[in-house]
């Protein structure tokens, strides 16, 4: 029996999105207020959500807890998948004592703090995030940063909020292949737009790090770095998204960002090599204590993690993602119809032009799956780890289980309560709400975004949650539908550092576990700066500059 969505059941749309906003409420009060350990937010959250689904949606109980269940099941397949595996890669290297290789590697670039997080938070992270996305660059590089002696709290903070830049053109630009498909635009002219607003936030990412890292003042002596790391990255960014590849943007704007960086270092060093406080500052450079054949060695896990998780989201240039389906469907590794639930809630307008089944399916493609070129790397760089067998692999991934298991607790019920807001027709209740700002609706389109990765975690997600609806209301706004679909993903890149499934990760790379509300507040203030930027901006495309857009 199908069941459809009510977006206003209490009969008002903005006292119903007071009630759906609840189990945000409760995530906001727990982690920014009340300073709880995120799987303790996490369980009232997504309790709320179940009961305000049930008691004010009318949604029936046994369709609220198969899609609940449905939301889990993809926190730990695919999700916590990607971030097992790479805290395992790392842990390997730790174990082996090829870290340390890696640690005078990098100081013997540079032993500044700040460099080190433009390197490896910003560029690298990109990098990660460009190929596979979904929550594996904060998970690499918060743990290489703690690696690397950085204080855990803000290396989760600065890889969190340096994954700001890439993270609409992450996965090889799927959020907006998404988009374009949820909402019937061209993805390259989406592109276009997306690729109009972000290098203005990503030229100054590099500067924002840095200047949380140590102030403006001491920001000030790496300024020269810091520009050139923001203008290789947004330049790229602007000419890959408008005049190459809605894939591209991310890979090639870390790639650029690396290079110029490494070059630009080495006709450049800072006046004062800066620490954190706690630590004892250097005021010299540092040997490289290890041979060239040493330092590939210890980096070469991650140089294959990096070239496999390109290889495994690629279906566009070499194509070995297609071969890797192939063989999934061969093997039936494919998605399934989620029982109970597929089908079975209808869509209705305004949220889209006609009734429509909302589908829930789940994917058991293992071959596939990000988190699985992580592994295969693991597997690989046992080649080159010195001395280090399978059982001992085998005992490290264990451990990795064992010290992930809050984490993982955590995503599912927060992949949970997304999949439950959204099924339920609370997240529509709440994008309807913002639609009633009329005028003004160009300055809050991009804070749709920003909500819907705030529930998912993902882009991706927050685009097909919300990328037709933004189309609906620019038509009924008479405002160009083109922008404030895009911003809907501009906005959503200043969301994905305080959304509860990204601060878990964080905390899970950092050893910080049960302090997601350190990470939510110290992140909190920088996605709202963001986000408040994003909101300007496309509010001035839409009336005032105009001549920007393609």
Request: aromatic share 12%; with cysteine; hydrophobic share 55%.
């Amino acid at each position: 029996m199908t069941w459809v969505q009510d977006y206003s059941p209490l009969g008002s749309i903005g006292l119903s999105a007071l009630i759906a906003a609840i189990p945000l409420f409760i995530l906001l009060y727990m982690l920014g207020i009340k300073r709880s350990k995120g799987h303790n937010a996490a369980f009232f959250g997504v309790l709320s959500a179940l009961l305000i689904s049930i008691f004010v949606f009318k949604m029936p109980a046994s369709l609220a807890i198969s899609t609940t269940l449905n939301g889990a099941m993809v926190g730990i397949f695919p999700i916590v998948w990607i971030i097992v595996t790479a805290i395992w890669v790392y842990n390997m290297t730790v174990e082996a004592g090829e870290f340390e290789i890696i640690k005078n590697s990098l100081a013997s670039i540079t032993d500044d703090r700040r460099l080190q997080a433009l390197f490896i938070a910003f560029a690298f992270g990109s990098f990660i995030e460009g190929t596979a996305g979904f929550g594996t660059p904060v998970a690499i590089t918060a743990a290489m940063l703690v690696g690397l002696g950085f204080n855990p709290v803000y290396a989760a903070g600065i890889c969190l909020v340096a994954n700001t830049a890439p993270v609409a053109f992450g996965a090889i630009g799927i959020p907006v292949v998404v988009l374009g498909q949820v909402s019937g635009i061209d993805a390259m002219t989406l592109s276009k737009i997306i690729g109009r607003q972000l290098p203005f936030l990503s030229v100054i990412v590099p500067l924002w790090v840095v200047v949380m890292m140590c102030g403006w003042k001491r920001a000030m002596e790496v300024l020269p770095a810091v520009i050139v790391a923001g203008v290789c990255f947004a330049g790229t960014q602007f000419f890959t998204s408008n005049y190459v590849s809605v894939y591209l943007p991310d890979i090639t704007s870390a790639f650029v960002t690396i290079i110029g960086l490494l070059v630009f270092l080495n006709v450049w060093k800072p006046s004062r090599v800066w620490h954190f406080p706690d630590e004892n500052e250097s005021n010299g450079p540092v040997a490289l204590q290890y041979s060239g054949a040493e330092v590939l060695r210890a980096w070469a896990p991650y140089i294959i993690l990096a070239v496999l998780v390109f290889l495994w989201a690629d279906d566009k240039f070499v194509g070995f993602k297609n071969v890797l389906t192939g063989w999934e469907k061969a093997l039936g590794l494919t998605s399934f119809a989620w029982p109970g639930l597929h089908n079975l809630v209808i869509k209705a307008a305004p949220v889209v032009a006609k009734q429509t089944p909302y589908a829930a399916t789940y994917g058991i493609n293992f071959l596939s799956a990000a988190g699985t070129a992580i592994f295969v790397a693991g597997i690989l760089s046992l080649l080159v780890i010195p001395n280090y067998s399978v059982s001992r692999a085998a005992t490290c991934f264990a451990k990795t289980i064992k010290q992930l298991i809050y984490p993982i607790i955590t995503i599912a019920m927060i992949l949970g309560l997304a999949y439950i807001m959204n099924y339920s027709g609370m997240s529509s209740t709440l994008g309807l709400a913002f639609t009633a700002t009329g005028a003004a609706y160009p300055f809050f389109a991009p804070m749709l975004g920003w909500l819907g990765v705030f529930l998912t975690g993902s882009d991706t997600s927050a685009n097909a949650l919300f990328g037709s609806m933004q189309k609906t209301a620019a038509q009924q706004l008479n405002i160009d539908p083109n922008l404030l679909v895009a911003s809907n993903s501009s906005g959503g890149v200043c969301g994905k550092m305080i959304s509860p499934q990204s601060i878990s990760v964080a905390t899970a790379a950092t050893g910080l576990v049960g302090e997601e509300s350190t990470i939510f507040r110290f992140a909190l203030p920088h996605s709202i700066a963001m986000i408040i930027l994003i909101g300007i901006m496309t509010y001035l495309q839409a009336y005032y500059l105009q001549w920007m857009m393609p």
